[in-house]
């Protein structure tokens, strides 16, 4: 079943879904649309270019690039000439882009743009390797280093491939093999140094295959690009998107998501749960906002959403009373909150990092499907995922096909299957750890239920052990804390400390409403997060957060902070979880302060 490629898989599609649309990206406040032809035109001669230029298969190309039609054409260029895309953050610091660059031994570097470029070139006389360097966007034609080429994107993937051409490129792209290797993966690196991780075409055809169909129909979805295609869990997705016949729209940023759902109107989108909690944000505020009765009918509609939850969720008729109650809300409430992010949503596939329960329970209440799954960078990504009709909130979902799932003595999930990786790029020992006996060690902690379905409790190495020996699982408590109208982000800290803290990032809006509300006069964000007021709202919110946890839990101090964690201030990884070792580094002397004098007492 899985003896294929993700070459075959693609080009399959591209073949039988001859569509105007495949591809949406946003130009001059416009947005462009790029043919199934086209594509598959460009992809053409950029293999044949790549092929005169001494590319070859298994040498290694980077492409270090945002979300962009380019990003996918080079990206099965390199696969169809029998090459390892090694691909790379947008904004990766340059010492990471050494790393990446030297370790790989990347002969060749597709850069985005001039930040890209000046970034690679930076580095590039300590790298021996890089020979050739195509920015997507023009650079100065000076800027080669001596001996080096930097080589014109239009001159090398061009839209006027000969139908020979393209059949030339369709034969060499099928002749590879399922084990060929087709991508060399860095690991976000949450700890330690960063491990490549070198996946097949087996690998993702697998992945792609065993979740073909599950979310509809393909080729009557729009979906939007939003998480970075550097990163497996995108990737993966978009050539699920491209297998199934759907048109790829790039969002221009986070930042501006919700504005580029409004203009094309997606039906399913991959996300990462801080999209959901920034929208849950954007939401609560608006009723916080609203008048007193409409902020009543936003509640009266959420319970009667919540009370139709089982129901929808087993796929069963509501009852007739509950029916009329539920298309009401949806009427009065619910579709004004979808139609902000397009209308058309049929469901949301989220991953990357555990969702809160309440956030999946909200965001269903309302109309908006979420289906939870989880996987690695390792296991190509995916391992299980929740499917229509087969979704029990609080889970990942069920093994998909062809994945096996088993949980060692000390909970530790464990997976075999065509799914997982060869091993790590020149970390033979590193290989040997996580695979053993046939098994992928994935360094979760967890357990399947007696329907199959499986839980994600923790990440082994982001476990805390108090100095009392106790072993504090930190991502519940933080998924607990955000769900304050007052706390934006969070990371709980205390290992091998006498208690746990917290590092608090305050939603500023909902604390600047309530000084207003409450006549409190301040001159700076720094002046309102130390007013013994907003102290005061932001502990009753961590109290609330305590009762429900055992006592060697419960947290005994807090730090507000007036800035929240970026990639770029190496806090966060490229799906937005917290790189806890990076963070307690950088406020080591915050956290310090939070023991140096015996913490309140807390019930």
């Given at each position: 079943?899985?003896?294929?490629?993700?070459?075959?898989?693609?080009?399959?599609?591209?073949?039988?879904?001859?569509?105007?649309?495949?591809?949406?990206?946003?130009?001059?406040?416009?947005?462009?649309?790029?043919?199934?032809?086209?594509?598959?035109?460009?992809?053409?001669?950029?293999?044949?270019?790549?092929?005169?230029?001494?590319?070859?298969?298994?040498?290694?190309?980077?492409?270090?690039?945002?979300?962009?039609?380019?990003?996918?054409?080079?990206?099965?260029?390199?696969?169809?000439?029998?090459?390892?895309?090694?691909?790379?953050?947008?904004?990766?610091?340059?010492?990471?882009?050494?790393?990446?660059?030297?370790?790989?031994?990347?002969?060749?570097?597709?850069?985005?743009?001039?930040?890209?470029?000046?970034?690679?070139?930076?580095?590039?006389?300590?790298?021996?390797?890089?020979?050739?360097?195509?920015?997507?966007?023009?650079?100065?034609?000076?800027?080669?280093?001596?001996?080096?080429?930097?080589?014109?994107?239009?001159?090398?993937?061009?839209?006027?491939?000969?139908?020979?051409?393209?059949?030339?490129?369709?034969?060499?792209?099928?002749?590879?093999?399922?084990?060929?290797?087709?991508?060399?993966?860095?690991?976000?690196?949450?700890?330690?140094?960063?491990?490549?991780?070198?996946?097949?075409?087996?690998?993702?055809?697998?992945?792609?295959?065993?979740?073909?169909?599950?979310?509809?129909?393909?080729?009557?979805?729009?979906?939007?690009?939003?998480?970075?295609?550097?990163?497996?869990?995108?990737?993966?997705?978009?050539?699920?998107?491209?297998?199934?016949?759907?048109?790829?729209?790039?969002?221009?940023?986070?930042?501006?998501?919700?504005?580029?759902?409004?203009?094309?109107?997606?039906?399913?989108?991959?996300?990462?749960?801080?999209?959901?909690?920034?929208?849950?944000?954007?939401?609560?505020?608006?009723?916080?906002?609203?008048?007193?009765?409409?902020?009543?009918?936003?509640?009266?509609?959420?319970?009667?959403?919540?009370?139709?939850?089982?129901?929808r969720l087993a796929g069963r008729p509501l009852p007739g009373w509950l029916s009329m109650r539920y298309r009401l809300a949806d009427w009065l409430v619910y579709r004004s909150i979808r139609l902000g992010l397009g209308g058309r949503m049929q469901c949301f596939i989220s991953g990357a990092a555990p969702l809160a329960r309440e956030l999946n329970e909200f965001f269903h209440a309302l109309g908006l499907t979420i289906y939870e799954g989880y996987g690695l960078t390792e296991t190509s990504p995916?391992?299980?995922?929740?499917?229509?009709?087969?979704?029990?909130?609080?889970?990942?979902?069920?093994?998909?096909?062809?994945?096996?799932?088993?949980?060692?003595?000390?909970?530790?999930?464990?997976?075999?299957?065509?799914?997982?990786?060869?091993?790590?790029?020149?970390?033979?020992?590193?290989?040997?750890?996580?695979?053993?006996?046939?098994?992928?060690?994935?360094?979760?902690?967890?357990?399947?239920?007696?329907?199959?379905?499986?839980?994600?409790?923790?990440?082994?190495?982001?476990?805390?052990?108090?100095?009392?020996?106790?072993?504090?699982a930190p991502q519940p408590i933080e998924n607990q804390l955000k769900q304050s109208p007052y706390i934006q982000n969070a990371v709980v800290l205390g290992d091998r400390r006498k208690y746990v803290v917290a590092l608090l990032v305050p939603n500023l809006g909902n604390l600047e409403r309530l000084a207003a509300e409450r006549g409190l006069a301040y001159d700076s964000p720094a002046e309102l997060l130390a007013s013994p007021a907003v102290r005061a709202a932001v502990q009753a919110e961590v109290?609330?957060?305590?009762?429900?946890?055992?006592?060697?839990?419960?947290?005994?101090?807090?730090?507000?902070?007036?800035?929240?964690?970026?990639?770029?201030?190496?806090?966060?990884?490229?799906?937005?979880?917290?790189?806890?070792?990076?963070?307690?580094?950088?406020?080591?002397?915050?956290?310090?302060?939070?023991?140096?004098?015996?913490?309140?007492?807390?019930?």
């Amino acid at each position: 079943m899985y003896d294929t490629t993700i070459n075959n898989l693609v080009l399959d599609s591209l073949r039988k879904h001859d569509r105007p649309d495949l591809l949406w990206h946003k130009q001059g406040g416009q947005w462009q649309k790029i043919s199934s032809r086209t594509f598959l035109h460009r992809i053409a001669s950029l293999a044949a270019s790549l092929n005169e230029l001494g590319i070859h298969k298994g040498d290694q190309v980077a492409v270090f690039s945002e979300n962009r039609p380019e990003w996918h054409i080079a990206d099965l260029a390199i696969l169809g000439v029998g090459a390892i895309n090694v691909p790379v953050y947008p904004a990766e610091a340059v010492e990471r882009l050494h790393y990446t660059l030297a370790h790989s031994e990347a002969r060749l570097c597709f850069a985005s743009g001039r930040e890209q470029f000046e970034k690679v070139q930076a580095i590039w006389s300590e790298l021996p390797q890089l020979e050739t360097v195509v920015p997507f966007a023009p650079v100065s034609a000076d800027a080669a280093e001596p001996g080096r080429r930097v080589l014109a994107w239009e001159s090398l993937a061009r839209e006027d491939a000969t139908e020979d051409e393209v059949a030339a490129f369709e034969r060499l792209a099928r002749s590879h093999a399922p084990d060929d290797v087709a991508s060399l993966i860095y690991t976000s690196g949450t700890t330690g140094t960063p491990k490549g991780a070198l996946l097949t075409q087996r690998n993702f055809a697998s992945n792609v295959l065993s979740t073909l169909g599950l979310f509809g129909d393909g080729p009557a979805h729009v979906a939007m690009s939003l998480l970075p295609l550097c990163h497996i869990y995108e990737r993966k997705v978009a050539y699920g998107f491209l297998a199934e016949g759907s048109s790829i729209a790039y969002a221009e940023s986070f930042d501006n998501v919700v504005e580029n759902m409004r203009e094309v109107r997606p039906t399913i989108m991959a996300v990462v749960p801080r999209f959901f909690e920034k929208f849950y944000e954007r939401v609560m505020a608006r009723v916080r906002a609203a008048p007193g009765p409409k902020q009543k009918l936003f509640h009266w509609a959420l319970a009667a959403g919540r009370e139709a939850l089982p129901y929808r969720l087993a796929g069963r008729p509501l009852p007739g009373w509950l029916s009329m109650r539920y298309r009401l809300a949806d009427w009065l409430v619910y579709r004004s909150i979808r139609l902000g992010l397009g209308g058309r949503m049929q469901c949301f596939i989220s991953g990357a990092a555990p969702l809160a329960r309440e956030l999946n329970e909200f965001f269903h209440a309302l109309g908006l499907t979420i289906y939870e799954g989880y996987g690695l960078t390792e296991t190509s990504p995916v391992i299980a995922v929740n499917l229509p009709g087969k979704t029990k909130l609080g889970t990942v979902g069920r093994p998909i096909p062809g994945v096996e799932v088993q949980i060692a003595p000390d909970g530790e999930i464990l997976t075999r299957g065509p799914h997982v990786m060869k091993g790590y790029y020149r970390m033979e020992a590193e290989t040997r750890e996580v695979l053993r006996d046939g098994w992928f060690y994935t360094g979760d902690v967890g357990f399947l239920d007696k329907e199959g379905f499986l839980t994600v409790t923790y990440r082994k190495k982001d476990l805390i052990k108090t100095a009392g020996g106790k072993y504090v699982a930190p991502q519940p408590i933080e998924n607990q804390l955000k769900q304050s109208p007052y706390i934006q982000n969070a990371v709980v800290l205390g290992d091998r400390r006498k208690y746990v803290v917290a590092l608090l990032v305050p939603n500023l809006g909902n604390l600047e409403r309530l000084a207003a509300e409450r006549g409190l006069a301040y001159d700076s964000p720094a002046e309102l997060l130390a007013s013994p007021a907003v102290r005061a709202a932001v502990q009753a919110e961590v109290d609330s957060v305590n009762e429900h946890l055992a006592q060697y839990e419960r947290l005994k101090r807090f730090a507000l902070l007036e800035e929240d964690f970026t990639f770029d201030g190496g806090h966060l990884t490229y799906t937005q979880k917290v790189r806890r070792r990076k963070i307690e580094e950088h406020y080591r002397d915050l956290i310090d302060r939070l023991y140096e004098e015996e913490a309140t007492p807390t019930p």
